[in-house]
């Protein structure tokens, strides 16, 4: 008998943008598009760049305060202050969605995991227990009503099942969704977890060893040691996000 013990880390998706000196962000679906513009000085200084700024979004039809919202810092000349600035227009995520299967009995020590990382990350998890497949779109309209902006599918029978239906109604509410690789392949945000071919394949040496007269008692549980991480920038563009150049240079693999 073989058996893997899972690392199980919760990834938040994180989007950033670094336009100078416009830095924007994704939206919720039904909001008028908001982005936030630092300045290096003054509101008088920029009077005559403000004034192309906005012909530039009405010759694409976007009226500041109709269609658009425009939040402004100015850093008055202190370089200093634009780390401090930017994170007033960049907001962290604080909450999050976790779809768990209720039947199965490996859940509880599972969430218990990731909430102990996410409470490291200032992140409050918000879990959605279904038993069947007919619950994920009354889930996934309360997470809309909730406006929880990302969501952690897990790797149960039940999630990975219905991976496309996930997908789908993520993306409707434009929810990122993080999950197992089959979630990015699917169209989802994220993928990241133990490389379950590779877990397979060593088993059979399990089965050499057993076969060849080794007591299955005295053999050794080993942990996972294989992780893959995969980024589907083709659906983080679709959502408007920009993803930053660090993400990408971990992933073992992009989904363009």
Not at 5 to 22: E, Q, V
Not at 27 to 35: D, E, F, S, Y
Not at 87 to 116: H, S, T, W, Y
Request: aromatic share 8%; glycine share 8%; with cysteine.
């Amino acid at each position: 008998m073989v058996k893997a013990m899972r690392r199980r880390d919760f990834i938040i998706g994180t989007c950033s943008a670094s336009a100078w000196p416009l830095v924007a962000r994704a939206q919720q679906a039904g909001k008028a598009p908001r982005i936030g513009f630092l300045g290096l000085a003054s509101p008088s200084t920029f009077a005559s760049r403000l004034e192309a700024f906005r012909l530039g979004l009405r010759d694409f039809g976007y009226v500041e305060g109709t269609s658009i919202s425009v939040e402004y810092r100015w850093a008055e000349g202190r370089y200093e202050r634009l780390p401090e600035l930017a994170a007033e227009v960049m907001p962290r995520l604080g909450e999050a969605a976790v779809l768990l299967n209720a039947d199965n009995p490996a859940i509880a020590a599972e969430f218990q995991a990731m909430e102990m990382t996410a409470h490291s990350l200032n992140v409050r998890l918000q879990p959605f227990r279904l038993r069947t497949s007919s619950e994920l779109v009354s889930a996934f309209e309360a997470m809309e009503q909730a406006r929880l902006q990302a969501v952690e599918t897990g790797d149960d029978v039940l999630s990975v099942g219905n991976v496309g239906a996930i997908v789908a109604l993520a993306a409707r509410g434009r929810v990122l969704s993080i999950g197992p690789e089959e979630v990015a392949r699917a169209g989802g945000i994220m993928g990241y977890g133990v490389d379950v071919a590779a877990i397979f394949r060593h088993a059979a040496f399990f089965v050499d060893r057993i076969l060849k007269g080794a007591n299955p008692a005295d053999l050794p549980i080993e942990q996972a040691s294989k992780f893959q991480f995969i980024l589907n920038l083709k659906a983080a563009k679709a959502l408007g996000l920009d993803v930053p150049t660090a993400t990408l240079l971990r992933a073992d693999e992009v989904i363009e």
